[in-house]
Each structure stands twice: as structure tokens, then as C-alpha cells.
């Protein structure tokens, strides 16, 4: 959300109008920088910038393995190929918020900073739930697609294999036989998140196989909540005890002190038990949630002809999605697999 262009107004010399432009702007910028700095999008997303219209991922899968051979002997050729691509296209998003002349007439202060601040709010509340919903969206208890509907507009909320990002038949490129899911019912009975649940749902992300099958050791390190305050609760209690948080045995809770928490707002289900765990360093390195920011916000002041009002024009271009669907893995899901 940093660097936003701002416009100057043009074909106008009265005073009024740009005595109220530079405030405006500063209170635009202001709001900006604290909104970026309390988002939980670049905890998500791998945040890039883009020139293009769109941009493509792809990635090749992995090659066969070293063999011995006797003294002499000849190499092995291993074979790869492309692994599944994927296009994200950007979108465009605008708004606008006009300030009378009679306010800027009468200097208005109050009225000014509610506009800009309401218009940046706005911006960043979009931003916010767009990356959130996205991600929460993207679910499919079968081999099916998934997408998130916002404002008007439908977007896709798959991996680059096709189906869904949380989704119980995730293909392999090269082996037909290989089927994954990283998405997962609960517990069974008792509480949704336990220090048991977690060291489970941790194993299974450690066990995901690449496209050829082999173990990746994927390291989770991340885990994503709704704002609930029974799972703020257990989740907490479960990760800041050094000791089994379940029982009055002295066991070590090996769990402890390895996790970030983040609190998602955005994501709002019936029980609001559901929870995401991710890790952040595959999601680096294999792209796994990728945002791009082909136009920053662009601001834009005009005096509207017809009543002499200042009117501001918004716009940005952005997109998000994802790619390799490993980073992350969803628990606590009705009708998942079961783990």
C-alpha cells in the first residue's frame, strides 16, 4: 500500500482549492502508513511488484535421484518437466470522495480529515479482506475448483494443479496414483485446537510430497485464526506453556515457542473454529500465496463543473492467488480428511 501517486489539480488557480489539497494529502499518506503497518497481508503473500497486464508462475518438478554406478560407468539421465503454470491478472479497483466548496470555503477541518481518512480506510479495509477472503475461500472437499465472489466480480481462488488451494485431491503432475489433501476435519470430540491436533496436523504437512513423490519436510511455522476468543484461548494456552497444557503430567510441550499467531478479522465461519497452518519459509520459496501490485494507488484531485465541488479519484491495480498449494494446510474442516 506504500507509495501512493498523487495528482495535482489542474486547470484551477483559486486559492480555496489548493490550500485543501496538500492536507488532504497528507492525511491520505499518514492513514496509508498506519493501516500498512497493522495488515496481516504480507504475512500471507509473497507482496511483488509487476509491470505486465499479468504474470505467470511456473515451476519444473524434481529430478531422479544419484545411483551408484560401477567404476566407469555411464550417467543416468533424469527426466523433469514443467510442473502445473499459473496466470494471475491484474485487476483494477476505484473510488472517489468529494469535499463541497462550501466546506473548503469555510475551512473545515474536520470534515476534510473524515473524508480522506474514510477514503483510505476504505482502500485498506478492501485490501485487507480481499487478501483474507481469498485465502479462506479457497475450499473444496472434493477434486473441485474454488472461487471468491467480491463486489462483483468472481476470482480464482485455485492452486496452479486446478482444484481448490485447500482441497482433499490435490493431482500430481507426473504420477497419476499420488493424490494429496491439505484440508482436514477435526479433532473429533473436545476442544478444536489441542497441543495433540497440532503436533498431527504439523506431522502431515511435514509429509507432502512434490509432483515425483518425494518427502519435502516442509516446515510449518505459522498458525491462522479467526478473531475468536475461545480459540485465542486455546491456542495460546497450548503454545505459551513449556509444559503438556493438557494434563498435570510434566511432559514438554515441544510446541512451545515455535509459532507465530495470526489473527484474521476477515475470516468469519459459523464456528469460527477452523484454523490455517502455513509455513512461511515454503511459501517464500515455492510462491505459494503470491499478491502483485502492478499500480499503486493513484490519487487524484478535480474541481466537479457542475457544483464546483473537490472531488477525489482513487485507483489501483492489483491481484492475488496462489500457486503451489504446500505452504499451507487447513484444520478443523466438517467432512475433511480425516487425520
Known amino acids: 500500500m506504500a507509495g501512493i501517486v498523487f495528482s495535482k489539480i489542474s486547470g484551477h488557480n483559486n486559492d480555496v482549492y489548493g490550500k485543501s489539497e496538500y492536507p488532504i494529502k497528507m492525511i491520505i499518506e499518514s492513514k ?20 505486465n497486464f499479468g504474470e505467470k508462475l511456473a515451476y519444473m518438478t524434481a529430478m531422479d535421484d544419484f545411483t551408484p554406478v560401477p567404476e566407469g560407468g555411464a550417467f543416468t539421465l533424469s527426466v523433469f518437466q514443467e510442473g502445473y503454470p499459473k496466470t494471475f491478472e491484474h485487476v483494477s479497483w476505484k473510488n472517489q470522495f468529494e469535499v463541497t466548496r462550501e466546506m473548503l470555503d469555510d475551512n473545515k477541518t474536520i470534515d476534510l480529515k473524515n473524508g480522506a481518512g474514510k477514503f483510505i480506510s476504505s482502500y485498506a479495509r478492501t485490501r485487507e479482506r480481499f487478501g483474507v477472503r481469498l485465502l479462506t475461500a479457497a475450499t473444496a472437499l472434493s477434486a473441485a ?10 476470482f480464482d ?14 493431482p500430481s503432475k507426473v ?11 477435526g479433532a473429533g470430540s473436545g476442544d ?13 504437512m511435514q509429509n507432502f510430497r512434490d509432483d515425483n513423490g518425494n518427502i519435502l519436510g516442509v516446515a510449518p511455522d505459522t498458525i491462522v485464526i479467526q478473531n475468536n476468543a475461545a480459540m485465542k484461548r486455546l491456542v495460546f494456552g497450548v503454545i505459551g506453556a513449556d509444559k503438556n497444557p493438557e494434563t498435570n503430567h510434566n511432559a514438554l510441550n515441544y510446541t512451545f515457542g515455535r509459532w507465530n499467531v495470526i489473527i484474521a478479522p476477515e475470516w468469519k465461519t459459523t464456528s469460527g473454529t477452523e484454523w ?5 519459509e515454503y511459501n517464500r520459496e515455492n510462491m505459494g500465496a503470491v499478491w502483485y501490485d502492478r499500480m499503486p494507488l493513484s490519487v487524484s484531485p478535480h474541481v466537479n463543473e457542475s457544483n464546483w465541488n473537490m472531488v477525489w479519484s482513487g485507483m489501483a491495480r492489483f491481484t492475488a492467488g496462489f500457486n503451489d498449494w504446500r505452504f499451507a494446510a487447513m484444520f478443523g474442516v466438517d467432512g475433511a ?3
Open 192 to 204: 478444536p485446537f489441542t497441543s495433540e491436533y497440532l503436533s498431527e496436523a504439523e506431522t502431515v
Open 32 to 51: 496509508a502508513e498506519a493501516y500498512e503497518k497493522k495488515s496481516v497481508l504480507p504475512l500471507i503473500y509473497n507482496m511483488e511488484k509487476s509491470r
Open 157 to 170: 481462488a485455485n492452486s496452479a494443479d486446478g482444484v481448490a488451494q485447500f482441497c482433499t485431491a490435490h
Open 145 to 154: 475448483k474454488a472461487s471468491l465472489t467480491f463486489g462483483n466480480m468472481e
Open 175 to 185: 504420477s497419476k496414483k499420488l493424490v494429496q489433501s491439505n484440508i482436514f476435519a
Open 337 to 339: 480428511t480425516a487425520l
Open 276 to 280: 490455517i497452518l502455513m509455513s512461511s
